[in-house]
């Protein structure tokens, strides 16, 4: 049994007809996220037009109850649990890609369609959305913007932020708003969409995006960086960095990673290996083997053991099938994870790979860092029993040391996974009191009874 | 004598010592800006720390009295003109280069830092801030900012906005905020520092800003592709956009202005020519020519009378003498002139610019479209004498006609100019009720008594 008023019932069996779920099993299907946390909410809804979203705030705001928005729950950080219940609005019936305008590079799409889909629909077009977050087949583009997912490619063509045009979104409020244009370049206003990107649903639910697109390249090639250790590895990423040739991705592993790829992923990773960088490069026929050279010829330098291209497709695939047999690895290390993506200035990576490496031994537990090196977003993970209350512990005393030391750097909280519920907290010593107090009155202005995803975000 | 109260006379004057001017000379010099508009400011405040901003913002909050953001008054709005009275805060005191820090690709300044000063700097670590306005050589940073200035380059590199990596602003009710972080990926919490940039100096006063940094091509090279009319043009326009190639330039002249650029500025251009497509790659002397074979394929196809490659230096000189040429050869037409940057899709150009020549045609006034066509953002000259008043209201009406049909046509009223007083009474035809409405909700978050640029950008 539901705990709405039966008022709200039946303005919300009216509004969204079948689209409006009561029953305990339903419930239960949408309390989770990735995160592992559960919640169970009072209802769950499933609209299908941007009038029924209009309906269910306004009658929600009325009564006070919590609006929880979700994509498909494979955000990490409990940002979609409605841990205050309330009604989670799934998006799953709104995945229409409504139009594809290749001469203008824009896609305007519903919040529900799952980003591969969307890209499958893209490349007959010859364009892509860029962001490329591991969940891709299973996530959809509502919730990549509400995160500001990433993704490799987002050291070349940015995270979601810089890839939308214009949101259409419903707020706290309930008023439908327009914010942006069909126009790549603008300053018509405040950039109310920007602002909404990243901000997990705490300020508006959104109900139609307009995507910035890219031409896809015709090619691609990897170069396999070999280095001594995690400093000459980063001082390489940051004269990669520093050239005019921006890769298209560049990703990092440190020793311990590719020792994980190695012994367990069955990695063709020579033990002398102290750190490693996937590098790739896109363009033409033309082009390419020239970005190659300039991004080989950057990727040398003291430390470097051996920095080659893939010779063809299938040993590129094989460099990146290293890189995404090591999640699975880690569990060699520990039955639980906390994986968590910190950025730091390019720079400041050879300090934090140490720092972290110093936390590992002071907590006495394995920590693992690989990730997106262009950005200096690494993930980090902390490995642990969560059977024993010990590891537990010294597994969050070592994820708070990780945002102390991240923070200490000139680094922020996440790059890609947002704040959600599990950074909530440490968000007072990531952003000081005056730029909090004006990000609650930002949320106030969007919400104005904070009905929408109470409890996210920002820290009570 | 200035109106203000003896307490705030006072304090201002103990806050900035000799940066705080009463003269009647000098309040004078600071009430316009490129609009040609002029209002006197009560006083005028020359800071040269945060905390003398802090202090002022303070003062005036308790006292109710306007405060007017500066840079050096190159805008064309209004923006800067202080109508309501009050202090102008000009940033000139405040023009350090606080850091450039070429590992992590981005720079730390003082919002009174000339973009073209800043440029220099860059230079000797092989790098550059993409905004270009024509301003750049007299044109601050913290003006930049305010008002999202982009330029030619910004098909490539992106406007300011998406060029800041963090802001430093102090808000309405003298809240010292840090906004974003050293990393150029973020998902920390709500993005107020995009949300600053265009804000025109209504949200708060930038103090301080670490932008992001790109590294200097090698080289570049332009192609000068000319067209039998603006429908082939705008078409190729299109083709340009849909290829992986993304020109750093990619300027158009319609043929008025091929005409004027040709009679008056002495261009060597021939007489068939509809209209005109400058376009330029950059690169590296591999890529380079790859680049240009791109685009010159991409320029070719119906309607293209030529598309070639300039020989030399001296040539491409020679081509942007021709686009520089422009701005004073359109006095030939008339002696007044206003200039609006308005967007549309890449897609409308030809529509956009068919539209302009049906209103010239009904105002009987000469209307000249040139401007950066890969971000589908045109500058339309309306031509008229300022001395004759039928002209005065045909101008105006016609101004309104070009806002109509940029807005028909799915685009904005501003790609980088901004809104100031110039466009504010067209924002109700640009964004619709209750968009305006969370616009000015942000307002009241950012400046809860409305002292900072009253009556700018949003419509009263």
Redesign the interface.
């Known amino acids: 049994m539901s705990d709405l008023p039966d008022d709200l019932l039946r303005t919300l069996a009216a509004a969204l007809g079948d689209g409006f779920r009561l029953d305990a099993d339903e419930r239960l299907t949408y309390g989770y996220d990735n995160s592992r946390r559960h919640a169970l909410p009072d209802a769950v809804a499933l609209p299908t037009t941007r009038e029924q979203v209009v309906a269910l705030v306004r009658a929600c705001r009325t009564h006070r109850v919590p609006v929880i928005a979700r994509g498909r729950g494979t955000n990490t950080t409990g940002a979609a649990v409605p841990t205050a219940g309330g009604i989670v609005v799934s998006f799953e019936r709104m995945r229409r890609i409504v139009d594809v ?6 896609a305007v799409v519903e919040p529900g369609v799952l980003n591969g889909d969307l890209q499958r629909a893209l490349k007959a077009h ?2 892509f959305w860029p962001p490329d977050p591991t969940s891709a087949d299973f996530s959809t583009v509502g919730g990549n913007l509400a ?2 997912a ?1 993704g490799p490619r ?2 070349k063509y940015g ?1 979601s ?2 890839n939308v045009l214009a949101l259409t979104a419903v ?1 706290g409020s309930g ?5 942006g ?12 969409q ?2 909404l ?3 997990e649903g705490t ?1 508006a639910l959104i109900v139609e995006a307009m995507l910035k697109l890219a ?4 090619s691609r090639r990897a170069i396999r960086a070999r280095y001594r250790d995690v400093e000459s590895a980063a001082a390489a990423v ?1 004269r990669l ?6 890769p298209s991705m560049l990703e990092f592993m440190d020793g311990d990673a590719v020792r994980l790829a190695r012994e367990i992923g069955g990695a063709d990773l020579p033990a002398d290996t102290g750190a490693l960088l996937m590098i790739e490069a896109d ?2 026929a ?2 390419l083997p ?2 190659i ?2 991004l080989i010829s950057a990727a040398r330098g003291d430390g470097c053991l051996e920095a080659l291209p893939a010779a063809d497709e299938a040993a590129r695939e094989r460099l990146w099938a290293a890189r995404k047999a090591l999640s699975p690895a880690l569990r060699s290390l520990a039955p639980g994870k906390i994986n968590e ?1 910190v ?5 400041r990576i050879p300090a934090l790979v140490a720092g972290v490496r110093t936390i590992a031994r002071d907590r006495a537990l394995p920590i693992v860092c690989f990730g ?1 090196a262009g ?3 690494l993930h980090v993970n902390l490995m642990y029993d969560p059977a024993d209350a010990d590891q537990r512990a010294r597994a969050q005393t070592a994820m708070a040391d990780v945002f102390a030391l991240t923070l200490s750097l ?10 959600g519920l599990a ?1 909530r907290d440490f ?1 007072p010593q ?3 009191a ?6 609650r ?6 919400d104005p009874d904070g009905i929408l995803n109470p409890g996210k ?2 820290p009570p």
Chains 1, 2 share one sequence.
């Open positions: 305008r290749p001469g203008d590079r824009c010859g364009l995160c500001n990433g987002a050291v995270a932020r810089d707020t008023a439908l708003i327009h914010c244009s069909a126009t790549t370049k603008g300053a018509t206003g405040y950039d109310l920007r602002l990107v990243g901000s300020l031409p896809l390249p015709a940051a960095m520093a050239q005019p040739t921006t363009g033409d033309h082009t020239h970005a050279d300039a993506d950025v730091v200035p390019v720079s997106h950005n200096g977003n000139g680094g922020t909280l996440s790059g890609e996974h947002g704040i950074k968000m990531a952003i000081d005056p730029t909090l107090a004006m990000m009155a930002v949320k106030t202005a969007f975000l920002l």
